[in-house]
């Protein structure tokens, strides 16, 4: 157990936008939410999993849309008071904590925003481990257990219980409300018992979040080392190439982003092109047309210079850019975890091979 | 209070096909429903709205959708519990009776299959005394009443519920969650009171959609008038057309049935043609390009032989109708009802004209 105050936030809004792989929002709008509430209600609790009873009813809090319409809607701040009663009454149990679903700039923030003006503690702990666009994508669906009963809201005051046969048909159905509603809205979902966290979430990952965006924020003190060289040691990051912003293709459909973009190679890799397809998230990047890493995977570009992350929704010409790679939870990696959110699942022609095969000798690591 | 028999259903199909104005649904559809409910769990009972302790809660029940595609995936049968349960569940209080929300085949037949299957009355009343394509179009918006909590639920077992802003909100949030169950659902809404229930609902719509079905069914024994004047007499209908249908447009857009019946003259209307334009139920009927009928008045083709109505589901080449226009009920031609279901709200270029100001000595009654 321990606090979670400004600077704390700060640094989870950074290290989970680049968890986010491009997707999960702008880490700055995340970070104002969270921080708004933290300044107006007082610092929130982390509880580690182990913390947690086994009966504890723990329910996932996050925004669901196109993070670029999040960017202009925003949120209110009664929404978090309307899901927490719709999900308590529904249920007949008072929620103990909540979870982030996904690690993002937005998303993991929205949570600390809710669990502050709640008085609810929040529990080190998601359902990722990185960011995904369909809601079904994460490790509870793994474990057999139900997205729903699920609540939505939007900023409006509407309100939505769902409650579906299977979890593509929670995603089915809250995302044709979320596009009636304007493409962003807030929901709850996912109620599991403590015990059920314990085994099938994906544990500390707002301590990994903030630990990396600690090393982000000091990225220039390394001594003894570039700071690209400490940026990839303390990530754990694979180098896949380094490029200016050539191009970006984008379009928004059934409240997604999806779109491409291109680089031009620089330093190492000038006269080499590099590719990254995206559906909220990155799903795939080729260099030079060969596939050097696909989903579940990370695919994350950051700023050359600051090595800040640079989500799909900030993509912008000219913009000069790191691309690096980073290993996926290993449940993911499982037949039951490609199924859901191997490259296959977003349409794209290739097995899923693990990050560090393709890197193998590699352009991506001249 | 009365019950309702296999004879009482058959002639309420027929009577509500009629006041559906084109929609509603296919009263075959609709009887089977209820016929092998009755059947199978006994009759039910209709009560007079006078009869409703002014606390009770009384709820809608209705097929929500394009007609067209209910007659391929029909109903279950579990979904009235699935609607009743939600409902009570959600109210904390004993739903005390069912009504339909408005005339039709189908939707004047789920909620008897229901109250059979549920062993609930029925109540004589509805909140159209017609049919109308989307939620918010009924009486009880006038009286400013919410049509949620709404439940809905599909054939595979989803189940949703909705909280809204405006009854607005409600038919938007709805119609795209039934796009994506496939275009057809059931669902459970417009919570009332007893007392909320007499002052705004269309009260006797099953009786005078039962009077209306038997005398359709005995058209032929009239004494000293042929069939039609029969059937105008008793309808209180005007006689706006007869003829051969000789195009129908037809589109399936947003889980509505939209499009456009074209009609040739037949007899005292030969050399002249009327259109009759449809979203779901008929809106605006024209003769010779000028217009004879507009919602919320009832422009209802029958089959000129049998009488019996003849949905836009059911619309085909050839075959030889009789266009008659009923007036409304008389809270759709206040201002607020004429804002609701008037014929500007279907982008139709006019003012509402009472029927029978628009039939005088035109066309119409030749």
């Excluded at 997707?23 to 921080?35: E, N, Q, S, T, W």
């Excluded at 500390?204 to 080392?225: M, W, Y």
Aim: proline share 4%; charged share 20%; glycine share 12%.
């Amino acid at each position: 157990m321990r606090t979670l105050g400004i600077q704390e936030i700060e640094d989870i809004a950074l290290g989970a936008a680049l968890l986010g792989a491009g997707g999960g929002g702008d880490p700055y709008i995340g970070k104002l939410v969270a921080l708004g509430a933290v300044k107006e209600c007082g610092s929130v609790t982390l509880l580690d999993p182990e913390e947690v009873p086994d009966d504890a009813l723990i329910v996932s809090i996050a925004m669901m849309g196109a993070p670029t319409i999040l960017s202009e809607k925003a949120v209110g701040g009664q929404e978090y008071k309307v899901l927490y009663e719709a999900m308590s009454q529904y249920l007949g149990k008072e929620i103990y904590a909540f979870i982030p679903i996904e690690a993002g700039g937005v998303n993991s923030m929205l949570p600390i925003a809710a669990c502050a003006r709640l008085g609810l503690p929040l529990v080190d702990a998601d359902g990722m481990g990185r960011a995904f666009p369909e809601l079904q994508m994460v490790t509870f669906t793994i474990g057999g257990i139900e997205a729903t009963p699920m609540a939505l809201t939007d900023e409006k005051g509407n309100s939505v219980i769902f409650r579906t046969v299977s979890n593509k048909w929670t995603e089915e159905l809250a995302r044709a409300v979320t596009m009636s509603c304007g493409g962003s809205v807030s929901v709850c979902l996912y109620p599991v018992t403590g015990a059920q966290l314990k085994q099938y979430a994906v544990k500390n990952i707002v301590t990994r979040s903030q630990r990396l965006g600690e090393a982000i924020r000091t990225v220039k003190d390394a001594k003894g080392q570039t700071p690209e060289e400490h940026f990839l040691e303390f990530s754990n990051g694979y180098k896949l190439f380094r490029g200016k912003i050539a191009d970006v293709l984008r379009e928004t459909r059934g409240a997604f982003n999806l779109g491409k973009v291109m680089l031009d190679g620089i330093g190492e890799y000038r006269g080499h092109t590099a590719f990254i397809e995206f559906q909220n998230e990155n799903l795939l990047a080729s260099v030079d047309g060969e596939i050097v890493a696909t989903v579940p995977d990370l695919i994350c570009l950051v700023d050359m210079e600051t090595f800040h992350p640079v989500t799909t929704d900030a993509l912008k010409y000219g913009k000069r850019v790191l691309l690096i790679g980073l290993t996926c939870f290993g449940m993911w990696r499982t037949p039951a975890g490609l199924e859901l959110v191997g490259p296959r699942y977003f349409g794209c022609d290739t097995d899923y091979i693990p990050l560090e095969e393709r890197c193998k000798g590699g352009l991506g690591h001249v």
